[in-house]
């Protein structure tokens, strides 16, 4: 990254062409099918985003990663577009802080802190960009949802799809099912993980978890005993065939030190044959 | 039968005229939704039974047909005699007797029953005489009220599959883009984009499999062209349809209908039914080895589910939720191959541009926007209902010309144009000619043709108001500014008509659209502010006239406005004192009537029922000077 400068740097797809744009008059080579929000990562331009995850999908709702963009044969016009789903093209020229994007981004995030006043991230992220309080009616009923809709992502992403989006407009909300414990929810926390604002709360105490309204017994690691994840959840990976049922025994620290074990004999037993440098 | 080769084509067209003409009475009754509401199945069933009744005294063959709407809703139930072309409005079941009795049989015209100009107060029989329709040129609803609808023969016979068989029997994919790019057709859902130009970006996207999609899910409130066209005449889009799948290399077709539509519903699928099978849809169309076949696909009915990338979301089974555009759907559109989506009366126009040429289509209308377009008009208005009118008509035309003025002749303030996210346009533009453009430039929009029509009795504040909160409805919720800036708006313009404005609120209102219009993910949310800043370019005095003076200058937001009776004007007619819901009125029968302030809710509807114009508005705040609590 630090020989960017000289040398371009890379983001994008393995294999295929590489593009060369600039991202505020800094040029960066990405590969095709690569995002301008890449570009612009790569390039070292900070793009504020909220509901960008580098293995979803884009989805285009928080609007803070607008840019604008044009081409030298353009005579000047440039384009507004959201920077985590706008293609990178050869030859494009990004603009990360023009009047209109600055201007913009100021609305939109004043609108979020309007919303969430009390949510640090969105307190944070609107002082960045001189938002010290909202001009607009705070919500009599503060929320940390944010929507950006990740948790409902990452579960349809693992095929689980257990919660959705319900409701339209300022009604909109993360919810299972007619607002019941979800049949397909399966107690990976996968949602309450990527939520950056970690407003999904769940429960994890001797022996069984507790989210969305459902619970679930736990596995124990056959080693140390530790309810280290939920019979559901080992049923669905299994299930599906990735992995043999048998690997959910151990959990993931018993596993590490398992594997450190066996490295550990393979490298006395075996020679010319050493871990680490 | 199927037709499998152009000869049998031109007879089957022989044949279907022929029958036609046959029946050379036809007693034509609107069943459009419109007119079935008001009671027109009945006065078909009414027809058909007093016709059979005398079956022996008619003199020649008289058939009653049930046909789409003819546009004139607010006359109906609506009947035309053949070939006379006497219209009859606002008929009922009883008058059925009569019509064969003295018209059918007798040949006379009941003038009881024929249509009065608001205008001239004359009676006016002709069906083409009515300044409504000749004012009017269809082409996109060229068969909707003359055919019914049912029956693909007499869709043949007048006209219909015509421009299909010209386009498969004498020219290439090719050429038939170059013929509607000649036409300059541009789409009709709103946002005019070249059709052409789409066709041709799809017909060059790589792979074989594409799609043609019809969209007609027409969420706008109050309107109901797209309806009318589907119900009344559904040959004429699945022929645009089959004739664009043809230009763009598709096999597989969708019409899209909203749920609210059932009747479209089962006029589409007889359609459909009865192309297939005279082999004008399905395999080796026309004997031409072409195939190409259309489903339906009916939909939730959201606002936003007409929104092209929302379409076809939900038409995968997908949760119906606009996205980014960056790769066109001509490319990657439903199922992520190339895919033609263009609205019902878009594929309505192709048959007749393919059947008259692209020259004869672009003969009519304005530089940048060419042909004709439908309109639905509403709202203080003497006659509402459905028109098509060549582009570049003024707004003075459609609104005098054809709608006959203004309702109860009162003084024109504006007219809403574009659906809920279309603006309002004032007095001062009534010159207009209606295009893509102008109206654009005059900060409303085309959108779904729907027009309504305000008179002085208007809020322009409340209007805004009033479009804002179905759109916040509506916002589908995915994107930050539409979802919260909807919400925030509508607080403020909730404020702004209960006299709770602030100063510095129309810069914040100019501040949060603009951001609106940049930052939404989708035309609803960046068209949003449309109704908001058309009326404050035209109406800003009245917002100001809101926040400063916490007065309504129309008379209209019951928070700032107070009603009282002018001694001088009232009669004592009484009629207030029956309107009046809280029984804030009182007076005995000609003498004067007296608004008590102390219980009125200033609902206005004295204002709307005195014969003299005897109540008057002022700005409730003067009531404390005048001592009144
Ligand atoms: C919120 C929203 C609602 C829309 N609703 C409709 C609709 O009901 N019917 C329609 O044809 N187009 C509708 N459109 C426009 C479509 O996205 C699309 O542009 C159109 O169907 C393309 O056809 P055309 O080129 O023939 O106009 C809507 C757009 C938006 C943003
Ligand atoms: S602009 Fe409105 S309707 Fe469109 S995606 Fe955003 S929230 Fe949904």
Same mark, same amino acid.
Not at chain 1, 130 to 148: H, K
Not at chain 2, 332 to 335: K, Y
Not at chain 2, 500 to 504: A, D, E
């Given at each position: 990254m630090s020989l960017g400068k000289e040398m371009g740097t890379q983001a994008g797809e393995k294999g295929g062409r590489m593009l060369s744009l600039s991202v505020d008059g800094k040029s960066v080579q990405v590969r095709e099918g690569a995002f301008v929000l890449e570009a612009a990562r790569a390039a070292g331009v900070e793009i504020p985003t909220?509901?960008?995850?580098?293995?979803?999908?884009?989805? /285009?709702?928080?609007?803070?990663?607008l840019v604008d963009v044009t081409r030298p044969?353009?005579?000047?016009w440039c384009k507004l577009v959201i920077a985590c789903q706008f293609p990178a093209e050869e030859g494009l020229l990004v603009h990360t802080a023009t009047e209109r994007v600055v201007e913009t981004r100021r609305v939109v995030l004043d609108l979020l802190l309007a919303r969430c006043p009390e949510t640090p991230l969105v307190q944070e992220l609107a002082r960045r960009h001189?938002?010290?309080?909202?001009?607009?009616?705070?919500?009599?009923?503060?929320?940390?949802?944010?929507?950006?809709a990740l948790c409902t992502r990452v579960c349809d992403h693992l095929g689980i799809s257990a919660i959705a989006t319900v409701n339209?407009?300022? /009604?909109?909300e993360v919810a299972p099912p007619w607002g019941e414990?979800?049949?397909?929810?399966?107690?990976?926390?996968a949602c309450a993980e990527i939520c950056p604002t970690s407003c999904i709360p769940y429960e994890t105490s001797e022996g069984s978890r507790t989210i969305w309204g459902k619970t679930f017994e736990m596995l124990r690691c056959?080693?140390? /005993?530790?309810?280290?994840?939920?019979v559901a959840e080992a049923d669905f990976f299994a299930g599906r065939g990735g992995?043999?049922?048998?690997?959910?025994?151990?959990c993931d620290a018993c596993k590490r030190k398992e594997m450190a074990a066996t490295f550990v004999k393979l490298s006395r037993g075996a020679a010319g044959f050493s871990v680490g440098a | 039968m199927r037709i499998e080769s152009e000869q049998a084509f031109q007879r089957f067209v022989a044949q279907a005229r022929k029958r036609s003409s046959a029946r050379s009475r036809e007693v034509l009754v609107c069943c459009g939704t419109g007119c079935l509401a008001n009671g027109s199945a009945k006065v078909a069933e009414a027809l058909a039974a007093e016709l059979a009744k005398r079956g022996s005294d008619v003199p020649v063959a008289t058939f009653t047909k049930r046909t789409g *709407?003819?546009?004139?809703c607010e006359r109906g139930p609506l009947v035309v005699l053949q070939p006379q072309g006497v219209l009859y409005t606002?008929?009922?079941?009883?008058d059925a007797a009569e019509i064969v009795e003295?018209?059918?049989?007798?040949?006379?015209?009941?003038s009881r029953l024929v249509y009065k100009d608001p205008a001239s107060g004359q009676r006016i029989p002709g069906y083409a005489e009515v300044p409504f329709y000749q004012r009017q040129t269809r082409v996109?609803?060229?068969?909707i009220g003359r055919i019914?609808?049912?029956d693909i023969e007499d869709a043949v016979a007048h006209g219909a599959y015509a421009g299909l068989a010209k386009a498969l029997f004498t020219m290439t994919p090719e050429q038939v883009i170059e013929e509607i790019e000649v036409a300059g057709l541009r789409g009709r859902?709103?946002?005019?984009?070249?059709t052409a130009r789409k066709w041709r970006s799809c017909r060059a996207a790589a792979g074989d499999r594409k799609f043609v999609v019809c969209? #007609?899910?027409?969420?706008?409130? #109050?309107?109901f062209k797209d309806r009318s066209i589907m119900e009344g005449d559904p040959h004429s889009v699945i022929e645009g349809m089959v004739i664009g799948a043809y230009a763009v290399g598709a096999h597989e077709g969708f019409i899209y209908v909203r749920d609210e539509y059932p009747l479209a519903v089962v006029h589409l699928t007889l359609a459909l039914e009865q192309a297939r099978a005279r082999g004008?849809?399905?395999?080796n169309i026309l004997g031409t080895g072409f195939d190409f076949d259309i489903r339906i696909s009916r939909g #939730?009915?959201?606002?936003?589910?007409?929104e092209s990338s929302a379409l076809m979301r939900s038409r995968e089974g997908k949760v119906g939720e606009p996205r980014a555009k960056y790769v066109h759907a001509t490319e990657?559109?439903?199922?992520d191959l190339p895919t033609v989506l263009n609205n019902v009366e878009t594929w309505a126009d192709v048959g007749a541009i393919l059947a008259r040429g692209g020259a004869w289509f672009a003969s009519m209308g304005t530089a940048k926007s060419k042909g004709t377009k439908a309109f639905s008009l509403v709202g203080k208005v003497k006659n509402t209902g459905l028109i098509e009118l060549p582009m570049g008509t003024t707004l003075r035309e459609i609104i005098y010309?054809?709608?006959?003025?203004v309702l109860g002749d009162r003084p024109f303030k504006a007219v809403q144009t574009g659906g809920p996210s279309g603006g309002c346009v004032p007095?001062?533009?009534?010159?207009l000619p209606v295009d893509y453009e102008k109206l654009t430039e005059a900060g409303s929009m085309m959108g779904s043709g729907g027009m309504i029509v305000m008179d002085d009795r208007t809020c322009m504040v409340e209007v805004a108001r009033y479009f804002l909160q179905f759109l916040t409805e509506e916002s589908?919720?995915? *994107?930050i500014p539409c979802r919260e800036g909807l919400h925030q708006m509508l607080a403020i313009f909730e404020d702004l008509v209960a006299g709770? #404005?602030?100063?510095?609120d129309i810069e914040k209102i100019e501040r949060l659209a603009r951001g609106m219009q940049l930052g939404s993910l989708c035309e609803l949310g960046k068209s949003a502010p449309n109704p908001v800043l058309s009326t404050l370019r035209y109406f800003r005095s009245e917002y100001e006239a809101h926040i400063e003076?916490?007065?309504c200058p129309a008379g209209i937001c019951r928070e700032l406005t107070a009603y009282e009776i002018v001694e001088t004007a009232c009669?004592?007619?009484?009629a207030c004192f029956k309107v009046c819901p809280v029984g804030a009125i009182t007076g005995k029968i000609k003498e004067l009537h007296v608004i008590h302030h102390d219980t009125?809710?200033? *609902?206005g509807a004295c204002f709307d029922v005195c014969p003299t114009q005897a109540i008057r508005t002022f700005p409730k705040k003067e009531l404390a000077e005048r001592g009144v609590a």
């Open positions: 909220l509901c960008h995850h580098p293995a979803l999908e884009p989805y /285009g709702g928080c609007r803070l990663c044969e353009w005579g000047g001189g938002i010290e309080q909202t001009s607009y009616v705070a919500n009599p009923e503060p929320t940390d949802c944010i929507l950006c339209r407009g300022i /009604g909109r414990a979800p049949p397909d929810c399966i107690g990976c926390l056959t080693r140390c /005993g530790r309810a280290h994840v939920t992995v043999p049922r048998s690997y959910f025994e151990l | *709407c003819h546009g004139f606002r008929v009922k079941p009883r003295k018209s059918v049989i007798g040949g006379e015209v009941i996109a609803m060229r068969n019914d609808p049912a859902g709103g946002a005019g984009f070249p969209n #007609g899910d027409e969420g706008d409130p #109050g309107a004008l849809l399905g395999a #939730g009915g959201a606002f936003v589910c007409g990657r559109g439903l199922f010309g054809i709608g006959g003025g007095e001062s533009l009534l010159d589908c919720g995915k *994107c709770r #404005g602030k100063s510095g003076r916490r007065a009669n004592g007619c009484h009125c809710i200033s *609902c």
